[in-house]
């Protein structure tokens, strides 16, 4: 079943959640404030995705970070992210097979099927 990790009220994952729901595609979804972003499932994503590309330079979230905590190494990172859910792109679908797609623009999920 596929996976998608969000956060409720971002319009992104509203349109990734309705792209779905129009394809009659089943998945859960993992929001990423109200359920949390553990250790195991971040390293979960990691082993899927490269660090530098679920880090969302664009939020609010990473505008607020102070330089230093910008300034950021590996370990400093899954730290951040893990204090900071927010700081992950989403949504992320995680497919049937592992696969973890970062985001969401019209007509990403027009391949799926269920």
């Known amino acids: 079943m596929l996976t998608l990790y ?5 319009d992104t ?10 394809k009659a595609l089943m ?3 993992h929001d990423l404030r109200k359920d949390g972003l553990s250790a195991a499932l971040l390293e ?3 082993n899927r995705v490269p660090l ?6 664009r ?3 990473w ?3 102070s330089d230093e905590e910008k300034d950021y190494d590996a370990n400093s990172a899954r730290q951040l992210l893990l204090q900071h859910p927010t ?3 989403r949504p992320l679908l995680e497919l049937d097979d592992g696969t973890i797609m970062i985001g969401y623009r019209d007509g990403d999920y027009d391949k799926l099927s269920g």
């Open 6 to 10: 969000m956060i409720h009220n971002c």
């Open 13 to 22: 994952c509203r349109k990734a959640r309705k792209a779905l729901d129009d």
């Open 27 to 29: 998945y859960k979804t």
């Open 44 to 46: 979960h994503i990691l």
């Open 52 to 57: 530098v590309e679920v880090i969302n330079k």
């Open 59 to 61: 939020s609010k979230t």
């Open 63 to 65: 505008r607020d970070l």
């Open 87 to 89: 700081l992950l792109k």
